[in-house]
């Protein structure tokens, strides 16, 4: 495993030094090999463990490619690793969503564009307190998803969309117990985009600190079974 591990790192050290860049392709196999010092089957495992993580790929017939490195693309293992948890570890989620909410909110406010703002408050329109849950949920999820983007920052963007499969039966489970969940959510995701729309950064944070905060506190006190 240690030259596997030395393989990855040589293979990193060129992508970081510049000498591979997105959508390079590698030296054959055998030179690749024999310029790192490296065995042929040691730089193997390297490509299939790289390739895991999407930072390579490999086309048969054709060769070994560095991947775009798109931040949503190499975002997709932690992913993997995040929905494996078990689900009675959704307070801690809530920790971690918690902070990226803030920050997402507060850069929203400066990056989100008018149309994209327009486009939340559209679909915030679209549902009430008489809206299916499965509905409401689909929306709650869509907003986040938009005010994620809208803050310009795709690895915090990628990060968000990893934590949003966790928290989604919480979410259900909170709209089916709690009588005036629905009614609560949107009110805050309102006061949410109201500040984004002022262009007030620091409220924005505040307001996304407070939202999701709620939502820890309510799983804190209920009897919340994942």
Do not use: C
């Not at 293992?77 to 909110?105: C, K, P, W, Y």
Request: proline share 2%.
């Amino acid at each position: 495993m240690a030259l596997t591990d030395d393989a990855i790192l040589q293979i990193k050290g060129m992508i970081l030094r510049g000498e591979l860049g997105p959508g390079d392709r590698l030296p054959r196999e055998k030179d690749l090999a024999e310029s790192l010092g490296l065995s042929r089957n040691s730089l193997r495992e390297a490509v299939r463990a790289l390739s895991l993580v999407n930072v390579l790929t490999v086309k048969q017939g054709d060769g070994t490619y560095v991947t775009s490195l798109d931040p949503s693309l190499l975002m997709d293992a932690m992913s993997f690793i995040v929905d494996l948890h078990r689900n009675d570890s959704v307070l801690q989620f809530l920790e971690v969503r918690r902070s990226l909410e803030a920050t997402g909110a507060m850069l929203a406010a400066t990056h989100m564009s008018e149309a994209a703002v327009q486009e939340a408050e559209a679909l915030l329109d679209t549902v009430d307190a008489q809206s299916g849950l499965e509905n409401f949920v689909k929306v709650d999820m869509k907003f986040h998803s938009l005010i994620a983007a809208g803050s310009g920052n795709q690895v915090l963007e990628s990060l968000l969309e990893s934590l949003a499969a966790p928290l989604q039966r919480a979410r259900v489970w909170r709209g089916l117990t709690q009588s005036d969940a629905v009614t609560q959510t949107l009110l805050e995701h309102r006061a949410i985009l109201g500040a984004i729309r002022a262009r007030d950064g620091e409220l924005a944070r505040a307001r996304a600190i407070a939202h999701v905060a709620g939502v820890e506190e309510w799983l804190r006190s209920s009897n919340y079974t994942p």
